[in-house]
């Protein structure tokens, strides 16, 4: 008999189905056990954009709220689809179920496969963060570079439609990680750019990490080995207050709609 393993993704943009298909496209690129279910959920509201701290604040609460329920709804573990981590420390703190985001991990995953690694960033705003990041999680000495490859991006749509332009200038950026940095593996920056990890993966002489679906397959492993985070790491909050952030988060969405009425 087939253990069914329910495992819920959290979209970091309040998208509507079409968008959120596109982010379901990533189960595509790995191949999971025949019980895992894959379930995208989007945020109720947050930012449009993700490129200052206050973009960053906005995604922590987004995400977290969007998992709050994750347990009580019979999931069995969260993947959180944006290399920001956003919300990942503070969901770990009310889950008891594995919770997995895809930046320290792909980072981590990379080291494993060689001793350098680089993050391919979409354009120049975005490497701020990531080289926040890099100090926080102590790999600054292993990561090699962060490049962009100038192209401000597509949260909805991602790379659809703009393969022809949008390929060769990642290719380009991550060459230059690999051969003047001295690069062994790159990491996509972000799990916007699934559509490309294929063709960069055949085209270039190092791994390719695709972030996203790595998530996928680390839930299920550490289901599998009955791993998860620890309340030292990530304690408990003393007085938890879930409908405090449901009520922020219903009362965004309900601003944000009434601001789209009057600007339509």
Known sequence: M??????????????????????????????????????????????TSFMSPHDWTLMDLAIFEAGLSAEADGFDAVCIDTMSDS??????????????????VSMLYALTLGTTFS???QWEPATVRYRKAIVEYGLKDRCASIRSFDTPPDFAALIDGKEETVFPRMLAAATRCIEEDGADVICLGSTTMHQAAAYLAE??????????????????????????????????????????????????????????AKAG
Do not use: W
Request: charged share 20%; hydrophobic share 45%.
């Open 119 to 121: 993050v391919l960033a």
């Open 87 to 104: 919300g990942l420390a503070a969901l770990r703190s009310v889950l008891s179920i594995p919770v997995v985001s895809p930046g320290r």
């Open 203 to 260: 085209t270039l002489p190092v791994p390719v990490i695709n972030p996203g679906p790595l998530t996928y397959k680390l839930a299920e492993t550490f289901l599998a080995l009955g791993l998860r985070h620890g309340r030292r790491a990530y304690p408990s909050p003393v007085v938890p207050k879930p409908d405090l952030i449901h009520a922020i988060m219903r009362g965004g969405a309900e601003a944000e709609a009434k601001a789209r």
């Open 2 to 47: 087939t253990t069914v393993r329910r495992i819920l993704v959290i979209v970091p943009f309040a998208l509507d189905a079409e968008g959120v298909a596109r982010r379901e496209a990533q189960g595509g690129y790995v191949r999971l056990d025949a019980g895992t279910e894959l379930t995208y959920r989007p945020v109720t509201c947050g930012p």
